[in-house]
């Protein structure tokens, strides 16, 4: 799939290049050593790996919203953020399986197996998803190629977007899906509205880890940062955070599923990222969850401040 400008959220570099980076970063290149130097059955602590510090310099890289559970997110110049809400039309809109149930007069959070998710549906990474919100017209292409303009908002265009995924996912799915929305119900992995923050630094540890390139898209998160020490997000949980003018409250780790396994280029379950993490760091985390708590606008670049 073509990719978006970003802030280094596809890393397209050979192992051999991410060693070079690691050797720019002391810090990273010490984990590369302890790790060729560490017996296979001996696991090491996350503490060992990060610095019990808050640190002081990260900063944004980028923003994504994902409109449509299960589909690829888009990158946003800025956000407001308000409190006790997502970023602004982050699952908006949700593919339920066949047969399923959903009252949206009186939604209440469901788990991500009613839905069309890359959990269970990796074909969904063969498209390129772009939603603009002024119009309610999702876009879909494939190989560059545009498959799908809907408008969201009239029935024709719901009735065509459902009978294009029951085309698509034929042989996954015994039926058209329902396109569903919900007022302001975010159709969230969490039962909380949250936005969930990614740390390169910790994808690019677990890449070295693995001795692969890890491309960061896998966690679709929200708020992508960088110039953090790996895993030091986990020592922001239960901690206020001012990201730009809004400020934030860690609340939980994110724990990984077989999502993160489908490659975004290429569609396919190429990588173990649970049982990766899980051998090399001892848990199945990456990423955190929080909850606004004051609202502002954020911008990559915005510092990531522990207050």
């Not at 980028?62 to 982050?90: C, F, H, M, N, W």
């Not at 042989?171 to 058209?176: L, V």
């Not at 992995?189 to 390169?200: H, P, Q, T």
């Not at 994110?254 to 051998?279: F, G, H, I, M, S």
Request: charged share 25%.
């Amino acid at each position: 799939m073509d990719g978006e400008p970003g802030f280094g959220i596809r890393h397209k570099d050979t192992l051999a290049a991410r060693h070079l980076h690691a050797q720019a970063n002391p810090r990273l290149w010490n984990m590369v050593l302890l790790r060729r130097n560490t017996r296979p059955t001996s696991r090491l602590p996350d503490a060992f790996f990060r610095r019990k510090r808050k640190p002081m310099n990260a900063s944004i890289s980028e923003i994504r919203s994902y409109p449509v559970k299960g589909l690829s997110g888009q990158v946003l110049p800025l956000a407001s953020l308000e409190e006790g809400q997502t970023i602004p039309g982050d699952r908006r809109f949700a593919l339920g399986r066949p047969g399923f149930a959903f009252d949206i007069e009186n939604p209440v959070w469901m788990p991500k197996t009613n839905f069309l998710a890359l959990v269970r549906d990796e074909r969904l990474a063969e498209l390129d998803a772009v939603f603009d919100e002024a119009t309610d017209t999702l876009t879909l292409q494939q190989d560059a190629q545009t498959v799908l303009t809907a408008n969201l908002s009239s029935s024709d265009g719901r009735d065509r977007v459902e009978a294009y995924f029951a085309e698509f996912l034929a042989d996954e799915i015994d039926g058209p899906p329902t396109l569903l929305e919900a007022g302001d119900h975010s159709f969230s992995d969490l039962d909380a509205k949250v936005v969930s923050l990614i740390n390169l630094e910790s994808v690019a540890a677990l890449g070295l880890e693995i001795g692969a390139d890890v491309d960061a898209r896998r966690f679709r998160g929200n708020i992508y940062f960088k110039d953090a020490p790996a895993w030091s997000e986990f020592d922001w949980l239960d901690q206020r955070l001012r990201i730009g003018g809004a400020v934030v409250e860690v609340i939980k780790r994110t724990r990984r599923c077989a999502a993160t396994n489908v490659n975004p280029e290429t569609a396919t379950r190429d990588l173990n990222l649970p049982r990766a993490l899980q051998k090399g760091f001892g848990h199945t985390d990456l990423g955190v969850y929080a909850r606004v708590v004051a609202p502002g606008e954020i911008r990559p670049g915005d510092q990531i401040i522990p207050i």
